[in-house]
C-alpha cells in the first residue's frame, strides 16, 4: 500500500502520541501524567519544586533590611560602598573592610552589604532581645587574646536602638565566603537554586563572589516546605475526609476544670547522672536543653535553655580574661583556661568576678538575662578557632 505525503505524516504523528502514552505509563500501570519517569532517566521535576525560594524582602527607604540578628543595605544603580555608608549614616571604611571590598568600589543593582553593627531603626518598630551574638563574642575574644594585661574595651559611645520587627518570613542565614567557594559550590551546599542565591544578593552575571564577602541564603517559599501533609508534584492535594452522619462523633471524656491534677513527683536528676558525665572535660554552665546546636561558621556555640536568674557557672577553672559588652549593652564575659581554651558566656546578666579574677569550676559568675526564652549562649575556643563545645560537655 503506497500512502500520501499526509497520510505518511498522520501515520507518524499517531505512532508519536502513542510513544508518549506508552513513555508515560508506570510498570505498575499507573499514569506518569507530566513524564517525570520517562525512560527511567532520571527527569524529575521534585527537587525543582523543593529548592523554589521566597522573594527577597523590600528594604525600607534607606535600602536597609533588619533581621533580629542583623541587617543588611541593598544597594541602588550606580551605588558605591561610600554612598551606601552615607545614606544609612555609618562610617565608609568600617562598612567596606567589613564586607572586604574597597570603599570607591561600585556595586551591583541589589547587592547586598552586611552591616557590622546595628544603625537606628525608623521610629514605631518593635524591639527584640535577639543579637548577634557568634559575632560580638568573637570581637570580645579577639581583644582578650590580644594581651593578658589589655583591659577591657570601653562600651560604645554611640546611641543604639531596639531591634525591629522581622521582615515577613523566617530570618535567613548568612554565609560568608571562604577562599575557594564559588556560587554554585555555595548554592550546592544549602541545597538552593544558584539563580535564586544570585537574585537575593544582586551578584553580577558572572556569578562572581569574593572572599570574605557575606551572602543572604534564600529561604523557601510556603509551597517548598516539607511537612506530613507535602506532595510530590504533579500527584495534587490529598482531599480531606467530610464530616459524615453516618458515623458519629467519639465519645469525649473530658474532666471539670477545678478537678484535681495528679503531679508526678520532681525526678532526681542528679540521682540519674551517669560517671561519665561527672567526667567531661567541662561542665554544663546551666543545666537545660540545647534550643541551638552549634554549626561551624553559622553559630559558633550552642544556646542553652535556662530560666531568668538562674545561676551562670564556669565551665572550667581558670582566668576572666574580658568582660564586655555588645551594642545594646548586655554583657559578655569569657574566661582563658590553662589548656589554652577559651570560654565565652553570653546573653548574661549579673556579673560576679571582674577581670583578673581566678574562678573555680562550677563557681557562679553572673546569671541568665531576662528574655523570652530564656538561655545562655556558651561557645568553646581553641584560640581563635571556635570547637563543638558538646565535644567537651558530654
Request: proline share 8%; hydrophobic share 40%; net charge neutral.
Amino acid at each position: 500500500m503506497t500512502l500520501s505525503l499526509p497520510a505518511r505524516l498522520r501515520h507518524a504523528l499517531l505512532l508519536g502520541a502513542s510513544a508518549l502514552a506508552l513513555a508515560a505509563c508506570d510498570p505498575d500501570g499507573s499514569f506518569d501524567g507530566d513524564l517525570r519517569n520517562f525512560g527511567r532517566i532520571g527527569f524529575d521535576t521534585s527537587d525543582a519544586a523543593r529548592q523554589a525560594t521566597a522573594a527577597r524582602p523590600q528594604p525600607d527607604a534607606r535600602g536597609i533590611i533588619s533581621y533580629p540578628n542583623y541587617q543588611v543595605a541593598v544597594a541602588n544603580r550606580g551605588d558605591t560602598v561610600g554612598a551606601v555608608a552615607t545614606r544609612i549614616g555609618i562610617d565608609a571604611t568600617e562598612l567596606a573592610r567589613y564586607n572586604a571590598v574597597a570603599v570607591d568600589a561600585t556595586l551591583n543593582q541589589g547587592e547586598v552589604l552586611a552591616l557590622p553593627r546595628r544603625v537606628a531603626e525608623p521610629a514605631g518598630t518593635i524591639g527584640s532581645e535577639r543579637i548577634d551574638i557568634t559575632s560580638i563574642a568573637s570581637n570580645a575574644i579577639d581583644r582578650a587574646s590580644g594581651s593578658q594585661g589589655a583591659t577591657a574595651a570601653p562600651a560604645p559611645t554611640a546611641p543604639t536602638t531596639t531591634a525591629p520587627s522581622s521582615p515577613a518570613g523566617p530570618e535567613p542565614l548568612r554565609h560568608k565566603v571562604a577562599r575557594g567557594e564559588t556560587a554554585y559550590s555555595i548554592a550546592r551546599f544549602y541545597n538552593v537554586n544558584v539563580r535564586a542565591l544570585a537574585d537575593w544578593n544582586g551578584l553580577p552575571s558572572d556569578l562572581s563572589v569574593r572572599e570574605g564577602q557575606f551572602l543572604l541564603i534564600p529561604v523557601a517559599s510556603g509551597g517548598a516546605q516539607g511537612g506530613s501533609g507535602t506532595t510530590t508534584p504533579g500527584q495534587g492535594s490529598p482531599t480531606p475526609v467530610p464530616p459524615s452522619a453516618a458515623q458519629p462523633l467519639p465519645d469525649e471524656k473530658t474532666a471539670a476544670a477545678n478537678a484535681p491534677v495528679n503531679k508526678p513527683a520532681s525526678p532526681d536528676l542528679g540521682a540519674s547522672r551517669t560517671a561519665a558525665s561527672g567526667s567531661a572535660k567541662m561542665q554544663m554552665p546551666v543545666e537545660g536543653a540545647i534550643i541551638r546546636p552549634y554549626v561551624k561558621k553559622k553559630n559558633d556555640g550552642v544556646d542553652i535553655a535556662a530560666a531568668p536568674g538562674t545561676a551562670v557557672k564556669a565551665a572550667d577553672a581558670g582566668t576572666v580574661a574580658a568582660i564586655t559588652k555588645d551594642t545594646e549593652q548586655v554583657p559578655i564575659l569569657v574566661l582563658r583556661h590553662s589548656n589554652g581554651l577559651l570560654t565565652v558566656y553570653a546573653n548574661i546578666d549579673g556579673i560576679s568576678v571582674k577581670k583578673g579574677d581566678s574562678v573555680k569550676r562550677g563557681q557562679s559568675i553572673a546569671k541568665v538575662r531576662a528574655g523570652e526564652p530564656g538561655f545562655v549562649h556558651f561557645e568553646v575556643r581553641n584560640g581563635f578557632e571556635s570547637v563543638d563545645p558538646m565535644s567537651y560537655l558530654q
